[in-house]
T-cell receptor, first 111, second 112 residues
């Protein structure tokens, strides 16, 4: 099993550009999450999903959108990139309450 | 918002020393997890504690969940350079589905 995979690993965006961060898991987990981690800080939840077709906002959803059309995929969309969105983005999945399995992260720089 | 505060934020010690990292909250959690994150990678689960007062050991790492389920500690005995990393605690609030609240992390550096 590959676990949780994320692409791209690194991206530079100009202010106002848009992009989609991809996340795929092959563990058949119902729950998936997007977090952002600013330098030297913990993780903040952006959006989460409890199953295909169901998504909900986390702590810091502004400026982001998500969709969950399949169990495996949970892409995160940035429509109008802003410098405040410079961060490392982690996708995670879990079967139920308990262990969350994290991807390797996408490092995003908005200039 | 249920907050988890970790202390210290940074810790630099020599190989062989002991250390304790704390994770505190005013809220009660149904369970609490500890993750370790190495540079350029995602967090990896070390342990989950569920019962108030529970103590779990993972080789040289000892984890304790407070009796009131509001706090936790991680003690490392005879730290090694391989223990270097960011340690994150994460609490599962009651009635919050499967969402976790993460602490700000403790960055540990163990010098040889």
């Amino acid at each position: 099993n590959a676990g949780v995979t994320q692409t791209p690993k690194f991206r530079i965006l100009k202010i106002g550009q848009s992009m989609t961060l991809q996340c795929t898991q092959d563990m058949n987990h119902n729950y998936m999450y997007w977090y952002r981690q600013d330098p030297g800080m913990g993780l903040k939840l952006i959006y989460y999903s409890v199953g295909a077709g169901i998504t909900d906002k986390g702590e810091v959803p502004n400026g982001y959108n998500v969709s969950r059309s399949t169990t495996e995929d949970f892409p995160l969309r940035l429509e109008l990139a802003a410098p405040s969105q410079t961060s490392v983005y982690f996708c995670a999945s879990s079967y139920t309450v308990g262990t969350q399995y994290f991807g390797p992260g996408t490092r995003l720089l908005v200039l | 918002t249920q907050l988890l505060e970790q202390s210290p934020q940074f810790l630099s010690i020599q190989e062989g020393e002991n250390l304790t990292v704390y994770c505190n909250s005013s809220s009660v959690f149904s369970s609490l997890q500890w993750y370790r994150q190495e540079p350029g990678e995602g967090p990896v689960l070390l342990v989950t504690v569920v019962t108030g007062g529970e103590v779990k050991k993972l080789k040289r790492l000892t984890f304790q969940f407070g009796d009131a389920r509001k706090d936790s500690s991680l003690h490392i005995t005879a730290a090694q350079p391989g223990d270097t990393g960011l340690y994150l605690c994460a609490g599962a609030p009651y009635n919050a589905g499967n969402m976790l609240t993460f602490g700000g992390g403790t960055r540990l550096m163990v010098k040889p």
